[in-house]
C-alpha cells in the first residue's frame, strides 16, 4: 500500500528519497511524488504511475534540497490522478505526505472551506494540510501545529510534515499506521518501512501509538500521546542494503514463514485503530455496501480456497448470514444462484489466477451487490476489476508454496467478518474484543515459530512415508487441508485431509503404522469430539502427531506424540496460529527428501491459465 519516505540532510536528499520509494513499491500504489526545500523555498512533482515515471520528471524538472519527503500512493479518496498524488500542500508552503484514513475528513473539509482554504483534490490527506497550515498561524511553530491537528484526527495515519518557515525541521506523527526514524551521521531520515533506508543508514527507532516527533539533522525529538517527552530505544538491523533477498535464510519459503507476524502487523496497520475496524479501508463504498449484505459468496483456488473455507464458519457464526464458497474453476460451470444483496469475494496472492478472474467477470453480470477482491498484488486485474479492495501487505513472496500470503488473507478476512458484524448488530465492546484477537495474532505467531527445532526434528519421521493424514474440525479442517497441500507441494508425499468426524466414513481403511497422522487440536467447543476420532486413529495402530492447546488435556504416549501450541488462541486465532507448525513440518520434510522448496515440480506461482 503507501509508502512514505523523508530526509533532513546537508547534502542533497532526492537520489536517498527516490530509492526509498523504489525500495517501497512492493507494497503497490498508482501515484508517487516529492517536496524538497530549497533555498528556503518549497518545490513540489507528482506523477501518475511508478516511481520511474517520478525520476523521469525529475530529469525534465530538476529540484533537489537538504529537507523532503516523498511518497508512493494507493487511491482510497479520490481516483489515481496527479491532483490526488502526495505530497499535498496547503499556501504553497507545507507540504504533507500521509498513510492510512482519515474518518472524519468531511467535517474537517466543511469547517476549512467556511475559513477559505480552497481544496484541490479529492483526498482526506488535503483537509491535514490545511489543518496544519491553520494552527501554524495562531501556534507559529510546526512541532506544535502538527500536535494540535492530530488531536482532531479520527482514524489511521502516519504523517510527513515539512515547512518552508522552518526548512530545517520534518515533523512526523502515527496512530495505527507505522513510522520508523533512521539515524545518520548529521542526517537523519523517516519512512514507513526499515527497507526504505537501508541504503543510508542500520540504525532505527520506532514510533510507538500516539507519539509526535522532530526531526533535525543532528537530533530527534518525541512527544508521546500524552504531551510527555519519550525515549524510544535504537536498534540495528541485521539486514544490509545489498543482502541477499532470502537474508539469512536457506530458501524463501523459510524466509517468508518467518516474516508472517510483519506481514500480519502489516495487513492491519491502517485498518485497525483504539480497538475499531475501520471499514473505508476497504474502499470509499464499502460502509453502504456492508450495509446491505445479507449473503457472502466466496471463490478461490488452491490454498486461497482454503482461506475461504476457514471465513465461512466465521462470517456464519459471528455475523449470522449465509456464506457459500466456490473453487473458481467449478463456479462458472454450475450455473449458481445468486440470493438478493449477496457480496461477492474473490481471493488470490496475485491477482492474476485465471480462474479467479473468469468467476468475477460472470459475477459482474449475475446480479450481486457487489464485488470485493482480497489480494496482494495492488495492481493486479482482480484488483482493478472489483468494486471494493482490501490488499493483504505480505509483500513479494517468492515460494511457490504459499505461506505468507495464506495468512495474511485470513487476516483480512477476519476483517471482512468484523465489518459485516458490525452491520449485523454486533455491539462496540464486541467489536472491540475481536480486533483485540486480531492485534495479538503478531505475537502469537511469534511463539508458535519457536517450535522451529522440534519440528524440524519430527520431521526426520516422515522422510521414508508415502502418505499422511491431517484431520481438524470446524474451522480448523481448512487448515488440515493446508497442512496437506503444503506437504504435497513441496515433499511430494501423497497427503490427505479430512474432518476428523469422517474418518470412520471411510479413511480409516488407510490408517497403518506406516500412515502418519497429523492433527490440530485446539482447545474450542469441538476438542471433546476430536479426541474421540484420534482414538479412533490409535486404536487401529495409527502414529498420531497432534498439534494442541497446552489445556487440551492430551498428553503424548507410545504412538502419540503431542507438541503443545501457544496458551490462549482464541477461536478468531487459531486457523492462523495452528497453520505455523505445518508449515514448518512441510519445509522440513522437504529439505528432508533433498526436493526444490521454492520451485517445486509443475507448479508454478501465478496460474494464469485455466
Not at 509508502?3 to 537520489?15: L, M
Not at 488531536?151 to 520534518?170: C, H, K, M
Not at 495487513?267 to 476497504?282: D, K, N, S, Y
Not at 468426524?501 to 488407510?510: I, Q, R, S
Request: glycine share 8%; proline share 5%; aromatic share 6%.
Amino acid at each position: 500500500m503507501c509508502g512514505i519516505v523523508g530526509a533532513v540532510a546537508e547534502r542533497n536528499i532526492v537520489p536517498v528519497l527516490i530509492e526509498g520509494l523504489r525500495r517501497l513499491e512492493y507494497r503497490g500504489y498508482d501515484s508517487a511524488g516529492l517536496a524538497v526545500i530549497h533555498s528556503g523555498r518549497l518545490a513540489r512533482l507528482r506523477t501518475v504511475g511508478k516511481v520511474k515515471m517520478l525520476e523521469q520528471a525529475l530529469a525534465a524538472t530538476p529540484i533537489g534540497g537538504g529537507t523532503g519527503i516523498a511518497h508512493t500512493r494507493w487511491a482510497t479518496h479520490g481516483v489515481p490522478s496527479e491532483r490526488n498524488a502526495h505530497p499535498h500542500v496547503s499556501q504553497d508552503g507545507l507540504a504533507v505526505v500521509h498513510n492510512g484514513i482519515i474518518e472524519n475528513h468531511e467535517a474537517l473539509r466543511a469547517d476549512l472551506e467556511k475559513r477559505g482554504y480552497r481544496f484541490t483534490s479529492e483526498t482526506d490527506t488535503e483537509v491535514v494540510a490545511h489543518r496544519i497550515h491553520l494552527h501554524l498561524n495562531t501556534l507559529r511553530d510546526l512541532f506544535d501545529a502538527v500536535r494540535a491537528t492530530v488531536a482532531e484526527l479520527q482514524g489511521a495515519y502516519a504523517l510527513a510534515v515539512i515547512s518552508d518557515r522552518d526548512p530545517q525541521r520534518l515533523v512526523v506523527a502515527r496512530q495505527g499506521c507505522p513510522v520508523v526514524i533512521g539515524l545518520g551521521v548529521e542526517e537523519n531520515f523517516v519512512a514507513s518501512d526499515v527497507a526504505a533506508l537501508l541504503p543510508v543508514t542500520r540504525r532505527f527507532m520506532f514510533l510507538e501509538e500516539g507519539d509526535v516527533a522532530e526531526i533535525r539533522r543532528t537530533s530527534v525529538r518525541i512527544v508521546d500521546r500524552k504531551g510527555g517527552s519519550a525515549e524510544r530505544p535504537i536498534r540495528e538491523s541485521d539486514l544490509s542494503a545489498d543482502a541477499a533477498e532470502k537474508g539469512p535464510y536457506r530458501h524463501f519459503m523459510l524466509k517468508e514463514i518467518h516474516e508472517q507476524p510483519r506481514a500480519i502487523a502489516d495487513t492491519l496497520a491502517e485498518r485497525v485503530a483504539h480497538g475499531r475496524l475501520l471499514e473505508a479501508a476497504f474502499g470509499p463504498a464499502a460502509t453502504e455496501v456492508f450495509k446491505r449484505v445479507r449473503c457472502v459468496h466466496i471463490v478461490a483456488c488452491g490454498t486461497s480456497y482454503h482461506a475461504a473455507s476457514v471465513v465461512r464458519y466465521f462470517i456464519e457464526q459471528i455475523c449470522r448470514i449465509p456464506c457459500a464458497v466456490d473453487i473458481a474453476s467449478e463456479y462458472r460451470y454450475r450455473n449458481p444462484l445468486v440470493p438478493p444483496d449477496s457480496l461477492f469475494v474473490t481471493i488470490s496472492q496475485s491477482g492474476e489466477t485465471a480462474d479467479t478472474l473468469a468467476a468475477l467477470r460472470l459475477a459482474r453480470e449475475s446480479g450481486y451487490l457487489s464485488q470485493l477482491a482480497i489480494c496482494n498484488a495492488p495492481e493486479s486485474s482482480l484488483v482493478r476489476e472489483s468494486e471494493l479492495v482490501m490488499l493483504t501487505r505480505a509483500g513479494p513472496e517468492i515460494g511457490v508454496a504459499s505461506t505468507k500470503a495464506f495468512t495474511t488473507q485470513l487476516t483480512a478476512l477476519a476483517m471482512l467478518t468484523i465489518a459485516l458484524a458490525r452491520h449485523q448488530g454486533a455491539d462496540a465492546e464486541r467489536e472491540q474484543g475481536l480486533v483485540t484477537r486480531l492485534v495479538e495474532l503478531p505475537a502469537l505467531v511469534e511463539k508458535a515459530l519457536t517450535l522451529d527445532p522440534v519440528i524440524h526434528k519430527l520431521a526426520e519421521r516422515f522422510a521414508d512415508k508415502r502418505h499422511t493424514l491431517f484431520l481438524g474440525r470446524g474451522g480448523l479442517y481448512p487448515i488440515a487441508m493446508e497442512g496437506a497441500l503444503k506437504l504435497k507441494e513441496i515433499s511430494y508425499i501423497h497427503a490427505e485431509s479430512y474432518p476428523a468426524g469422517e474418518l470412520k466414513h471411510g479413511p480409516l481403511a488407510l490408517v497403518d503404522a506406516d500412515m502418519p497422522v497429523v492433527a490440530v487440536a485446539p482447545n474450542n467447543d469441538l476438542l471433546e469430539k476430536l479426541k474421540s476420532n484420534l482414538m479412533e486413529v490409535r486404536a487401529r495402530g495409527g502414529e498420531l502427531i497432534v498439534f494442541a492447546d497446552p489445556e487440551s488435556g492430551l498428553q503424548p504416549s507410545d504412538g502419540v506424540t503431542v507438541i503443545e501450541m501457544p496458551r490462549h488462541v482464541s477461536y478468531f486465532q487459531s486457523p492462523i496460529v495452528y497453520t505455523i507448525p505445518l508449515q514448518l513440518l512441510a519445509y522440513h520434510v522437504a529439505i528432508m527428501k533433498g526436493t526444490d522448496v521454492d520451485q517445486p515440480r509443475n507448479l508454478a506461482k501465478s496460474v494464469t491459465v485455466e
